[in-house]
């Protein structure tokens, strides 16, 4: 498509010149058959027809361009978005939490959405440039010299306008930060997910002064930029139009003194006129097209950051069935951007088929230890074998099916019931009986029998005939994720904490059940939960200080039976 928008713009680019000249033949006729004695009009009107003929061609020229343009936009734009997610997969846990990597991906995401016109531009551009190319060949045959006066007058608005370009560049990348926040601001001010708090709280005049006071300074810099530009752009723009009646003045002169026909007077002086026109638009363009290139280069910058966490060469396949299990050999990890250890000098082995529950107090390093177990983080000292080689040796995709994690923070798609439970494995999106299955496993069943839609009921508030869940029942629901694909290691992080007290105790003696001879990581505040595994490890800032069982560690009476006191304590 784009070969044959390139090709209907060269053939309008030469419309002008065509039009102009028939126009001359035309005024050049009417003054002979005016002067002559027998009036034959024949080739007059055969005139006017051709250029009746260029008018429509030049419309119809002119209306398929637009489509392409409108058609090859969208293109673009669905395109470059699939293009970032695609990238964005890609790319590791941490790099999201980085924040100049963040500026990046706004940057990027940016260009979908404002710079689907720019291939267009480009196009117009490159069309205009042809167009006037043509023009200042028909007048390059009266007097070369006119063109390199118009050259020489318009040099100095293009320099002007690519300055402006890089400051305004400069400008919008320094603000990239502040733009985030002020996104995030308008995303507090207005949105379903943050109503409730913000008028319980009182909140919208904080939220509101806030993204006064931040977009009042990005008012502010980008008008300083932009009066200046204009005051220059104005100046420039004299320049150009010095150059333009300066040459137009010699045409006219020439035309006094017999030197051009009236019909080339009226050729050149449209030729003039439009060389104008085409020269405004095109200076006007320019600076849509420069700063549109100049920020495709975040769009490239973006594709070039490339994921840490890589899978080997020759990766080896998942274990069919796990012999001696992972074995933590003195791990570390501190999040990017972090000076303290999130984790430190953990040392144990989590064998096949046992039940690992990891206790601890809050920010102890449980859900790091979970996230370095499925290779979302690499260790950042020590090293995870499994089975006595390194877990970086594994197909990452291997690793990912056969390690199934329920994190607390899950996701609540806006999508039907079904749906919510075949993100689990969601290459079996249309296995109903293997959804419905895994519901009964977690006890969403009950839920699903009670929905009007049943596991096609459309879950959440955002779109329509959406039902809203409990916290409890969404819980239920992330938790059939866990049972959607046969992992030989599931991971549950505080998978409960919404649930009543009747259907914890349900869900764990199914878990427990449901789970045998595989392995198995509960993280819980709850010590009825806890003490269902086979060992407990304890954590505390990052490190492992006491590992056993229940019975073990209140025997042993260390930080595990304080902690447990703590809580039995709250219930008598
Ligand atoms: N994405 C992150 N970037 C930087 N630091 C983080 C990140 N996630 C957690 N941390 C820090 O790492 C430490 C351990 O956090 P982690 O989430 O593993 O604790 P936890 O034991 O699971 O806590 P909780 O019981 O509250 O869920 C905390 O001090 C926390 O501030």
């Known amino acids: 498509m784009t070969a044959v928008n390139a090709l209907l713009r060269i053939a309008r680019s030469a419309m002008p010149l065509g039009l102009l000249y028939v126009g001359k033949l035309i005024i050049d006729r009417v003054v002979l058959i005016s002067h002559a004695p027998v009036k ?113 007058a318009i040099i100095p608005a293009f320099l002007g306008e690519s300055y402006f370009n890089d400051r305004s560049y400069a400008l919008t990348r320094g603000q990239t930060p502040e733009r985030r926040e002020l996104d995030y601001i308008r995303y507090l001010g207005a949105s379903d997910e943050t109503a409730k708090e913000v008028k319980i709280f009182d909140l919208s005049g904080f939220i509101i002064s806030r993204f006064k006071e931040l977009s009042d300074k990005f008012y502010g810099d980008n008008k300083r930029l932009a009066i200046k530009r204009s005051l220059w752009g104005t100046f420039f723009a004299m320049l150009g139009s010095l150059g333009y009646y300066g040459a137009y003045v010699v045409i006219i002169y020439r035309a006094v ?96 088929g046992e039940k690992l529950a990891l206790a601890g107090e809050n920010g102890a390093g449980k859900t790091t230890l979970v996230k370095l177990l499925s290779r979302l983080y690499d260790p950042t000292e020590g090293r995870i074998l499994l089975d006595g080689i390194d877990l970086r040796e594994y197909d990452l995709a291997d690793l990912r099916m056969n390690v199934g994690i329920i994190f607390q923070d899950y996701l609540r798609y806006q999508m039907s019931f079904a749906q919510n439970i075949a993100v689990g494995k969601i290459s079996e999106a249309d296995n109903r009986p293997l959804i419905e299955n895994s519901a009964r496993q977690s006890l969403a069943d009950v839920l699903a029998a009670k929905l009007p839609g049943a596991y096609d009921q459309q879950l959440g508030k955002r779109f329509a005939d959406g039902v809203e869940l409990s916290g409890g029942e969404w819980q239920k629901v992330a938790l059939a994720r866990a049972y959607m694909r046969d992992a030989q290691l599931l991971i549950l992080d505080e998978p409960t904490s919404a649930l009543d007290a009747r259907a914890e105790f349900n869900v764990f003696e199914r878990f427990a059940e449901l789970t045998k001879g595989r392995s198995a990581v509960l993280i819980s505040h709850r010590f009825s939960t806890v003490r269902m595994a086979d060992r407990i490890l304890v954590l505390e800032k990052g490190e492992l200080i006491e590992i056993g069982s229940h019975e073990e560690l209140l025997q042993k009476g260390g930080r595990y039976a304080e902690l447990f006191d703590l809580q039995a304590a709250g219930y008598r």
């Open 257 to 352: 003194n017999g030197s051009v026909t009236i019909g080339e007077l009226a050729f050149l002086a449209g030729s003039f006129r439009q060389l104008r026109a085409l020269l405004e638009g095109i200076l006007t363009r320019f600076t849509a097209v420069s700063q549109g290139a100049i920020y495709l280069r975040d769009f490239f910058e973006f594709f070039e950051i490339e994921p840490k966490i890589k899978m080997a060469a020759n990766a080896l396949s998942f274990p069919k069935v796990i012999q001696h299990g992972f074995t933590f050999e003195d791990v570390g990890f501190k999040y990017i951007n972090s000076e303290r250890w999130a984790n430190r000098h953990l040392n144990f082995t989590l064998y096949p």
């Open 40 to 152: 034959d009009l024949t080739l007059l009107w055969e005139l006017v027809g051709l250029e009746f003929a260029l008018a429509i061609l030049t419309d119809a020229l002119s209306r398929a361009i637009t489509l392409m343009d409108s058609l090859l936009g969208d293109l673009f734009s669905n395109h470059t978005s699939v293009k970032i997610m695609a990238h964005a997969a890609t790319l590791d846990l941490d790099q999201f939490e980085d924040s100049v990597f963040y500026d990046k991906l706004e940057r990027a995401r940016q260009q979908t959405i404002g710079r689907t016109i720019l291939l267009s531009q480009v196009m117009s551009q490159v069309q205009d440039l042809i167009t006037m190319g043509f023009l200042a060949v028909g007048l390059m045959a009266f007097n070369p010299w006119l063109i390199i006066l118009l050259l020489i």
